[in-house]
Each structure stands twice: as C-alpha cells, then as structure tokens.
C-alpha cells in the first residue's frame, strides 16, 4: 500500500516537473491534456496581465475620483495601437520556431530567437519614441473631454516612457510559447502583478501621487516580469537559450516572422486603431458613459481570456503538428479547443449577466449611479454575444498556426473595422444615435468575424491537399 501511495505521489512529482519544462512536444500524447496543461498557465497569467490596467482603474476609482477612472480606463485603444503591433508581431515569431521546434531543427530555432530578440531590441526604441510622440494626436482622435485630458497625458506619457519592460516580457513569453511552455511565463506575470497591486496602493495612498502613480507602478512592475523572462532564457540548456554573441538578424528568418507576424501585427494594430473612434463615439454621451464603458471593458477582457488563450494553444499546437506533418491530429486539435472554448465561455456569461451591477460597483463608488446604469447596461446586454466570438478566435489561432496570417488579417480587419466604422457612422447620423445601437456595433463585427474565419477555415482545413501545402 504504501508502495503504491509512493508510486503515486512520484507519478504526480513527474508530471507537476514535466509542466515546468522549458520545451513541451504537442505532436505527441492526448490532445485535450495538451491544450489544458498549455492554455491554464496562459490563463492564469493573461488574468494577471489584465490585472495591471484593472488595477490601475481600481485604485484611481476608488481613492483618485470619477474623472480619473474614466481617464485611465478609456486608454486602451490608444495603448493597444501601438502595443498590438508588436504582439502580432510576436505571434509571427512564435509560429515560426514553433514550426522549427516541431520540425526538431534546433539550428533554425536559434537562428529564429535571436533575430527575434535582436529585432526587438530595436522595436523598444522605437516604440517609446512613437508612443511618447503621438500621445497628442491619440488624445484628439478620441475627443478627449477637458476634464480627463490632463490625466490621460500623464498616464501615456510615463506608460510609453517605460514600455521596453512589457516589450521584453512579450518577446520572452512567446519563445517560450513557442515551444510549448506557458508555466514560466504566468509565474513571472504572478510576480509583477501582485509587485504592481502593491505598489499601485502605496503610490496613490501613502504619497498622494494620483494616476502618475499608478502608471509608475505598471511600469515598474512590467520591468521585473521582463527582467525574470529575460533571466531564463539566458540561462535554460534548451534550444531558445539566448547568447549576446548569437544576436544577429537572419534575413530568411526575418523575412518569415514578417511574412506571418506582419498581418497580425496589422490586424491588432488597426482594429486597436479602429476603436479609437469607437472610443469617440461613446465618449459623446458624457462622462458617466465612459465611466460605465470602463469598468464593462474590464470585464469583457477577461471574458475573452479563455478563448484568447485557447488560441495562442491552439496556433502553436498547429504549427508544430504541421512542422510534423500531422494532418489529421491538427484538426482534432482545432474542433477540441473550439469545444473546450465556448463550453468555458457559456459558463462564464451566466454570472456576469446576473451581477452585472455588483461587478461595475467594484470599480466605482456606489454613489455614481449613472455610470453603474450604463456598465449594467453594456455587460448585460453584450455579454451573451461572446460565445459565437470563440468562432472567430480559435478559427485565427489555427489559420495563424498554419501561415495564412493573411487571410485572418483580411477577415478581422473588414469585421472590426471596416464593417464596424461603416455601420457607426449609419447608425449614428441615419438612424439611431443611442449608447445601445452604438454599442451594438461589436456584437454585429464578431458575428460577421466568425461567419467568415467558418468558410475560410472549412476551405483550407478540409482539403488534405491545401492542408499539406501549408508545411
């Protein structure tokens, strides 16, 4: 008995070990094992990741003021603008020596990391001086109200001084990710957030420094996850060991994270840069509008969290399943995830509609019963639309996984933006200028989203010959 109790708990020593690899193969064992052991860390580390901006929107909510909360909450198109691209990026990156590491070509996937790492590097210069220099024109573009405006600048203008911390976190994580280890990078997210929260209190409680504070706080806190990330991949014996000797940028190599990263890259940017203007659109109706579109945004990215993550899982585990040839294990893989995805979803709808007031009052003061009204409104009334949107992310994820960024670029791209600015502009100077037809507009772009990425992903993954084509 006793034996078997020893056996038992070495078993689980083995796996809880096999979790904490750098490298972890997808082309082999079950897949829902797989897809779980890979997306939960991802999860759980996104959820923290959110927990910067969330946070922030707390804490400058409940001890800064309404006008403060609007201001910080409200940024997110303009952050993710820039931001975006380099994810998109990123996932370029992440497909690519995924691919190798499937391929087992460890030659190529040094060549891929360090050209990645060199890459960025560069992109952090050039990101905190754009960041810092369009701030302006951002403001503008999403008009701005007088009142929020001074803290809005404060906020970008020390968020963009600092972004190389989140930068080298990003790049880390997908490397990482690429080779089927998403433990690490949720630990070092742990750290930092939790760094953040701390700090985020002391700031604007103990030293009275408002939303500067809190955006020294998320700075700071984003530099210690992209210090541990950085200290990892120094020092790991795998195959995505970085070496300074070693940094150098591989042409052929560039040329294929450009090929796959460049439509994400776009897609996330421009839809970023496309809800600046959806921004303006509810900034119309007043402060107490955006107030409750702030604190339903807070929730709907973490809505979204399980379906991103089951994407991420599920480009990686096409791309090294393709870099082996394994046809049809790649699309088992696709139909599990998209499963595992909406049933995760579905339950996580039903108490968000039936709290909706509670989750808003938890970030605001209870005495603004305007803007709990409209956060009410939003969570209740978009929240049930979030099931067909798995559609639309898993579908990219494994398109992605397979190379064609492109066409999940085009598709994303004329849903959420295209579509969206022409039904905006209808509804609000031909029909009916109201929060709920303005809001209503995300709903129709994903519905429109996932009707395509269906046809498209049918076409390709169906034909046995297309598929092969992809490898």
């Known amino acids: 008995m006793e034996k078997q109790e020893e056996s038992r708990l070495q078993g689980i020593r083995s796996r809880l070990l096999a979790r904490g690899k750098t490298e972890v193969d997808m082309t082999r064992g079950g897949i829902v094992a797989l897809l779980l052991n890979f997306a939960a860390p991802l999860l759980l580390g996104n959820i923290f990741q959110q927990l910067y901006n969330t946070v922030d929107t707390w804490v400058v909510g409940n001890y800064v003021g309404k006008n403060a909360f609007s201001a910080v909450g409200t940024l997110s198109p303009i952050i993710n603008t820039i931001i975006g691209f380099f994810i998109g990026f990123s996932n370029g990156a992440c497909v690519i020596i995924s691919r190798h590491f499937g391929a087992g070509d460890k030659e190529k996937v040094q060549r891929s990391v360090h050209t990645f790492v060199a890459v960025t590097l560069i992109l952090c210069v050039v990101f905190t001086i754009l960041g810092i220099a369009l701030t302006p024109l951002m403001l503008d573009l999403i008009k701005s109200p007088a009142e929020v405006r001074s803290e809005q600048y404060t906020y970008l203008s020390i968020y963009f001084a600092g972004v190389t911390g989140l930068l080298l976190y990003n790049m880390g994580s997908a490397i990482l990710r690429a080779v089927g280890n998403s433990v690490y990078p949720f630990l070092f997210l742990v750290v930092s957030a939790l760094l953040n929260t701390a700090m985020d209190l002391v700031f604007v409680i103990a030293f009275d420094m408002g939303t500067a504070g809190v955006a020294y706080a998320t700075i700071a806190a984003q530099l210690v996850s992209a210090i541990l990330v950085m200290a990892m991949l120094f020092k790991t014996d795998s195959s995505v060991r970085v070496r300074l000797k070693s940094l150098h940028i591989d042409k052929s190599i560039l040329g294929g994270i450009f090929r796959i990263g460049l439509p994400a890259a776009l897609q996330m940017s421009v839809t970023a840069f496309s809800n600046i203007f959806v921004q303006s659109y509810i900034n119309f109706f007043g402060s107490d509008c955006m107030g409750g579109w ?77 803007v709990i009204h409209y956060g009410t409104l939003f969570l209740r009334m ?35 933006v295209l579509f969206r600015q022409i039904y905006l502009f209808v509804v609000s100077n031909y029909v009916s200028n109201t929060v709920v037809a303005i809001s209503l507009g995300y709903p129709f772009g994903w519905l429109l989203c996932s009707i395509l990425m269906l046809v498209f992903y049918k076409r390709i993954f169906k034909d046995e010959r297309l598929l092969k084509e992809k490898i």
């Open 294 to 370: 702030t604190a339903y945004s807070k929730i709907d990215q973490l809505l979204f969290l399980p379906m991103n993550s089951l994407s991420l899982a599920t480009q990686t585990f096409v791309g090294q399943n393709l870099g082996r040839k394994l046809t049809d294990r790649t699309r088992r893989g696709v139909r599990t995830s998209l499963t595992m995805s909406m049933l995760c979803t579905a339950v996580l709808i039903i108490p968000v509609v039936a709290f909706a007031p509670s989750l808003v009052r938890f970030f605001i003061d209870e005495s603004e019963a305007g």
């Open 382 to 416: 978009i929240s049930p639309f979030y099931v067909m949107c798995c559609l639309n992310q898993i579908y990219g994820g494994a398109l992605r996984g397979a190379g064609e960024a492109k066409v999940s670029m085009v598709i994303m791209l004329g849903s959420f």
